[in-house]
């Protein structure tokens, strides 16, 4: 069987830490796990094949890759299915730029020339599906692995090829997700089982994001003051400007009760009045929120995946309340969660 798009990848399910000692003995491979947009690459049957880049919903997007596409047709077998991560760098800033990315992908065809001088695209490649116009989804990971090694090896692949980092010591893996996550573009690890076969729309890995505690001001709430189902949190900016960063999961009862104590009313002049805050990161869909004095500080646990220099894309977790700290101690805007005031 050729595989052709839309082929649905295999994914990943959410867990806090590393799976336990059962999972371990059955062999695994820890990979770094990458911020940017899961993507299919295929390569024609023939010569002169149309190369495709299939988002993880199936949607084709080669027309805004043509950087990639015209790598791929220079440099990858026919035949070829991969399966990785694309990321952007920016140029002028000298790092992984998520923000470009998401120009990058929702760019028309006749621009997307110029942005790709300005933002290079590179694809991280972690598994292959295909190779030689043989399908491998029965294909143990250990095998594809070898195989997908093997692929960089003999074809001498470089940028904007990169071979995902594996490992199978467990110590190195913990190094990658304590230290490597510092790396812009680095958010944790995926876990995968030696012998699991390619199950596309299955969630038979692990994913593991590197969580980090920190504080952020509550400007608003939905629900009500006594009875506040989540926060809607911000950070002051370098001018001292209020801006919004993220919002909580919905709280527990008991913790709304608590945090309800400690809620009052905007005064008027609140810095967000008019504003209208997104129900997820991006969302269209608009939050009922009120507005609250942004005095009350939360501790919050947040991922590493911002956008616009300081906005959280995944909700927070709340923690606690910090009633020994000001507003004023909290970390600026932009410092992400890697910073926390202590």
Same mark, same amino acid.
């Given at each position: 069987?050729?595989?052709?798009?839309?082929?649905?990848?295999?994914?990943?399910?959410?867990?806090?830490?590393v799976p336990g000692p059962a999972a371990l003995r059955a062999g695994v491979a820890y990979e770094q796990k990458l911020d940017g947009h899961r993507?299919?690459?295929?390569?024609?049957?023939?010569?002169?094949?149309?190369?495709?880049?299939?988002?993880?919903?199936g949607s084709l997007v080669q027309d805004r890759f043509p950087d990639l596409v015209t790598a791929a047709e220079q440099q990858l077998p026919h035949?070829?299915?991969?399966?990785?991560?694309?990321?952007?760098?920016?140029? *002028?800033?000298?790092?992984?730029?998520?923000?470009?990315?998401? #120009?990058?992908? &929702?760019?028309?065809?006749?621009?997307?020339?110029?942005?790709?001088? #300005?933002?290079? &695209? =590179?694809?991280?490649?972690?598994?292959?599906?295909?190779?030689?116009?043989?399908?491998?989804?029965?294909?143990? =990971?250990?095998?594809?692995?070898?195989?997908?090694?093997?692929?960089?090896?003999? %074809?001498?692949? !470089?940028?904007?090829?990169?071979?995902?980092?594996?490992?199978?010591?467990?110590?190195?893996?913990?190094?990658?997700?304590?230290?490597?996550?510092?790396?812009?573009?680095?958010?944790?690890?995926?876990?995968?089982?030696?012998?699991?076969?390619?199950?596309?729309? =299955?969630?038979?890995?692990?994913?593991?994001?590197?969580?980090d505690t920190t504080e952020a001001i509550t400007g608003a709430i939905t629900g009500t003051l006594t009875r506040p189902q989540l926060l809607i949190?911000?950070? %002051?900016?370098?001018?001292? #400007?209020?801006?919004?960063?993220?919002?909580?999961?919905?709280?527990?009862? *008991?913790?709304?009760?608590?945090?309800?104590?400690?809620?009052?009313? &905007?005064?008027?002049? %609140?810095?967000? !009045?008019?504003?209208?805050?997104?129900?997820?990161?991006?969302?269209? *869909? &608009?939050?009922?929120?009120?507005?609250?004095?942004?005095?009350?500080?939360?501790?919050?646990?947040?991922?590493?995946?911002?956008?616009?220099?300081?906005?959280?894309? %995944?909700?927070?977790?709340?923690?606690?309340?910090?009633?020994?700290?000001?507003?004023?101690?909290?970390?600026?805007?932009?410092?992400?969660?890697?910073?926390?005031?202590?």
């Amino acid at each position: 069987m050729v595989l052709r798009p839309p082929v649905e990848p295999m994914l990943a399910q959410a867990a806090e830490s590393v799976p336990g000692p059962a999972a371990l003995r059955a062999g695994v491979a820890y990979e770094q796990k990458l911020d940017g947009h899961r993507a299919l690459l295929f390569t024609g049957a023939e010569p002169g094949g149309r190369v495709l880049v299939q988002t993880r919903r199936g949607s084709l997007v080669q027309d805004r890759f043509p950087d990639l596409v015209t790598a791929a047709e220079q440099q990858l077998p026919h035949g070829l299915v991969l399966d990785g991560e694309l990321l952007v760098w920016d140029v *002028e800033a000298g790092r992984l730029s998520f923000e470009a990315l998401q #120009r990058r992908a &929702a760019a028309r065809a006749r621009g997307a020339g110029s942005l790709a001088v #300005r933002w290079p &695209a =590179y694809f991280v490649a972690f598994d292959v599906l295909q190779l030689d116009g043989q399908e491998l989804l029965s294909r143990p =990971y250990k095998e594809r692995r070898a195989l997908l090694e093997q692929l960089f090896t003999d %074809h001498a692949l !470089t940028a904007p090829w990169t071979l995902c980092p594996m490992t199978t010591d467990l110590a190195k893996a913990r190094e990658w997700l304590e230290t490597w996550t510092d790396v812009s573009g680095v958010e944790g690890i995926v876990v995968k089982p030696l012998t699991s076969r390619y199950l596309p729309s =299955y969630r038979g890995w692990t994913k593991i994001r590197r969580r980090d505690t920190t504080e952020a001001i509550t400007g608003a709430i939905t629900g009500t003051l006594t009875r506040p189902q989540l926060l809607i949190l911000g950070r %002051h900016d370098q001018a001292g #400007r209020l801006r919004e960063v993220g919002r909580t999961v919905p709280l527990r009862p *008991e913790v709304s009760r608590q945090v309800g104590e400690y809620l009052a009313a &905007a005064d008027p002049g %609140h810095p967000w !009045t008019g504003v209208r805050f997104a129900a997820a990161w991006g969302s269209r *869909e &608009a939050l009922d929120a009120i507005l609250v004095r942004p005095e009350l500080v939360a501790e919050i646990s947040a991922d590493r995946a911002t956008d616009r220099g300081g906005v959280f894309r %995944h909700p927070l977790r709340y923690r606690r309340l910090r009633l020994d700290m000001e507003a004023e101690d909290v970390p600026r805007f932009g410092a992400g969660s890697a910073a926390a005031a202590g």
